[in-house]
């Protein structure tokens, strides 16, 4: 890809005296989806927190739209144009529903056209709008992070794993509201496990394997190669 | 603009929610923090015999409560916000006293002119010295003594008791060992009668500025974006920080203002007792933790509700029964984190 809209570069991260990422080299294309793809403990999640400046890398450079961002704090980070959906979520639970989603307007309260887009696409937000946070089922509450993301354009997405633990219905629903967001052109780097919402969704894939990027290629490519998605995942697909 | 219920099927099941009638006893449970001033209140109205003793206890117990919320309230969103201990709160309390004492020295005449406007134009210009003083020393604390020891419980103990002792042995140096006195100013002298009751008029007006800061606090964090950052904050500060608000320069803010908070409420100890010592912010500082915590620690409503709870429990067993006066607070401590683990109003925490 020509022009990224991130870029990392050798990134290194290390929690306390344990190395977790061993150089992460990965470009996310502008204007689509990228899917970071491995087993558990691959360092998907550390990943993005180290894009997010969460935790700090100790060797590498990490670009977006031409600016490094490696070094600053989280705040100068998502403020560069990030939306942050963590992997647990975030949800503020002494808040209610609509202090949530005006906590992550920047610009002040979100615009309420990009809220009707919000409530069409999740209608339980509404419905629960002035209710707290913290009642909210998981799925809801997963919506909710979607949402806070979303209530201003963003450069780029980050979204961690958004069906865990989550009822199929409630993934159809969230799988749809991503599509949504990708159709009006963002640019996504995503991680998830499950594999048919992956490939729903996904435009690139990079696959991690103790804390490196081991293959990068299309989405559509890893999907149709059953051999290489064993060897890169230990993942054994069902044949439909 | 209400979401089609056709649209239903394909998406997750619409929950509507469905209500139970609940039963009184059920209902009344979040309230009962809020319930248990007033429920105080009435008990003591039918534990002392006179009326207007009682009259009077309530208060005196409500301008002491009123004056440890101003002191506690800011300690409270420092524990909450960035989990740090700070025992050196206590030596905002005696700066603000000796600031706000050695402003009100100087403006004698005004404080002794029979004049409630010249009277309150000096406390105010008292309180804003006590404020802009104690509000700096918060911030040097801040930098110096705090930053260094963030997510480290046992040194924030140690390294802000050392705080709290340096200051102590500053206000010795710089305004000498003994106890100064400082009379109220002359229109707050004396008391009025209600009822056959005899209130003090100095302590109806630390329950009024007690009320007003309570409310003005309570708005700023329900209405305004700052108080949105600081109450999630509180829950999950890692995520505010991730959706672009720097939580590092709110909770400096918020420990400066509560460092003036506890200015404020030094100088409004000292006119109540009208004596300081250095050590005064110390004395305090038992009660301001007992509050803190029986509140539930990050919850300004809590400490509210606490600290009107310490005072009128405080001055209602000083008169029915003196000698249990020092122990009837831990016990209500005690009781109340038996019935309430995590205080009356427990703030939820992201992270353990």
Redesign the interface.
Known sequence: MSDPILTLKGVKTDIAQYHILHGIDLEVPRGGVTMLLGRNGAGKTSTMRTI?G?WTPRAGEITLDGTRIDGL???QI??KGIG?V?E?M??????TVE??L???A?A?RPSPERM?WV??AF??L??FLHSTA?NL?G?QKQMLSIA?AVVEDRALYLIDEPSKGL?P??V??LARALKDLKARGASILMVEQNFSLARALGDTAAVMDDGKIIWTGTMAELSSDAALMERLMGLKMETT | ???APQ?AP??????A?TITHLPLSERLKPWLPVLLVPVLIVAGYFAIPQTSSWLTLTVSGLAMGMMIFVIASGMTLVFGLMDVINFGHGAFISFGAFVGTTVLLMLSSMTGAPSLFLNLLAISAAVLAAMVVTGAIGWGFERAIVRPVYGSHLKQILVTMGGLIVAEQMIYVLWGGQEIVILRPETLKGAITFAGATLEKYRLLAVAVGLVLFLAMRAVLRRT?LG??V??G???P??????????TRVFVGVFIAGSALAGLGGVMWALYQEVITAHMGNEIMILVFVVVIIGGLGSVEGCFIGALTVGLMQNYIAFLEPKLALVSNIALMVAILMWRPMGMVP??K?KG
């Not at chain 2, 394909?10 to 929950?15: D, V």
């Open positions: 997010m969460l704090t989280p705040s998502a403020r942050f963590p647990d975030g949800i503020f639970s002494d808040l202090e949530n005006h906590l992550a920047l002040g009707d409530f069409g209608p339980a509404k419905t913290g089922s799925g806070r009822a219905a409630i159809a629903t | 603009m209400s979401p649209q394909q998406n997750a099941p619409q929950h929610p974006k949105l950052i109450r999630a509180v829950d999950n890692e995520m505010v920080q991730a959706l672009g608000y720097n939580i703030v939820v992201a």
